[in-house]
């Protein structure tokens, strides 16, 4: 099964892991591997993580104050969402699946 992100997904995971990187040299890199590692985690059971809103889906991101909220189908994850916790929910609602992947 492959992957792939949402346009506004791969933008919030560039900026959130260049937050970290600010703060502490290395922690951005830190960062992105510990969503690798949660992306591995849905790839090998995108049914086990606990339904969020309708379709998707949403798996924790360890260490991390953020969720990765996803969709799946036979044969591909999308990521919707690095959905940090405190942030405003629902932001991500309507996001084109279609259009809007990378």
Same mark, same amino acid.
């Given at each position: 099964?492959? %992957?792939?992100y %949402?346009?506004a997904?791969?933008q919030e995971? !560039?900026e @959130?892991a260049d937050?970290? *990187?600010?703060? @502490?040299? &290395?922690? &951005?890199r830190e $960062?992105?591997? *510990?969503v690798? +590692?949660?992306? *591995? =985690?849905i790839?090998n &059971?995108? !049914? /086990? $993580? !606990?339904l $969020?809103?309708?379709?998707?889906r949403r798996?924790?991101? =360890?260490?991390y104050?953020? %969720?990765?909220l996803y969709?799946?189908?036979?044969?591909e994850? *999308?990521?919707?969402?690095?959905? +940090? /916790?405190?942030r =405003?929910?629902g932001?991500w =609602?309507g996001?084109? /699946?279609l259009?809007e @992947? !990378?």
């Open positions: 099964m492959k %992957h792939r %949402h346009k997904a791969a995971l !560039e @959130s937050w970290y *990187e600010r703060q @502490s040299t &290395g922690l &951005g $960062f992105i591997n *510990e690798d +590692h949660a992306i *591995e =985690r790839l &059971g995108p !049914e /086990t $993580f !606990e $969020f809103d309708r379709e998707l798996c924790p991101v =360890r260490k104050p953020f %969720h990765i969709r799946s189908n036979n044969s994850i *999308e990521i919707v969402c690095l959905m +940090h /916790t405190s =405003r929910p932001y =609602r996001r084109d /699946t259009n @992947s !990378e």
